[in-house]
């Protein structure tokens, strides 16, 4: 393993790949305090979630991100012009659907591969107070795309309030150079003090 990493295990239930887990997922808490990381990654782990624990996992993701962090993950997406490719798809037809917003492929596992409408994507991103940077679609409804499942990049936004001083520090910088006359910041460079007359 890699400098720096460890590994923090959670027996978390899931009816594929865990089902004697012991940990419900929607009551999954990451065994780490928040705001602790600049990036989360999880490649091929919602294509196999249902949407509700998603939805969790995404509060969890943003408590522990940075503000400003990064998550790439993938997902099965559709919308109306895409689902028809994706009911057809070449490799996981998703020919079955559990509720309005979620389609799947097996009946007898539907966590096998599990896809969701992308509108419901945003929104349960939006609500978990993480923001869409991009979506590149892969090809596994058989589009021509370089990878298979369709990678989605998040972003935890700025606290306001932290955006709001920079910007406010960067004003009164900007206020004190213009009023410094070698283009030195005066204020930042005190002088030092006279001694006596005749300097
Ligand atoms: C298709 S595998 C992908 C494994 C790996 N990420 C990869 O890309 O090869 C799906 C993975 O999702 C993991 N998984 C299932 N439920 C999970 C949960 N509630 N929390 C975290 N991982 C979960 C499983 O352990 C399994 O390793």
């Known amino acids: 393993m890699a400098a720096g990493f460890t590994f923090a295990h959670l027996d978390v239930i899931n009816d594929r790949y865990n089902p ?34 998603i939805q969790h996992y995404l509060y969890e993701i943003r408590r522990v991100l940075k503000p400003g962090g990064l998550v790439v993950a993938t997902w099965f997406l559709y919308d109306d012009e895409r689902l028809p490719k994706a009911i057809g798809s070449p490799v996981y037809p998703m020919a079955h659907r559990l509720d309005e917003v979620t389609i799947y492929k097996e009946p007898s596992d539907p966590l ?7 509108n419901h994507v945003r929104t349960i991103v939006k609500n978990a107070g993480l923001e869409v940077v991009r979506i590149d679609r892969g ?60 300097r």
């Open 139 to 198: 090809k596994w409804a058989g589009e021509e795309a370089v990878e298979f499942q369709d990678f989605v990049i998040l972003r935890r936004p700025e606290d306001r309030v932290r955006v709001q001083l920079r910007s406010l520090a960067g004003r009164a910088k900007r206020a004190l150079m213009r009023r410094a006359p070698s283009g030195r910041c005066s204020a930042a460079r005190p002088r030092p003090a006279h001694h006596g007359r005749g």
């Open 112 to 118: 096998r591969a599990i896809a969701f409408d992308e």
């Open 20 to 53: 004697k887990g012991t940990v419900a997922p929607e009551s999954a808490r990451f065994p780490a305090r928040g705001a602790q990381f600049d990036f989360c990654c999880l490649f091929s782990i919602f294509t196999h979630f249902y949407k509700e624990d």
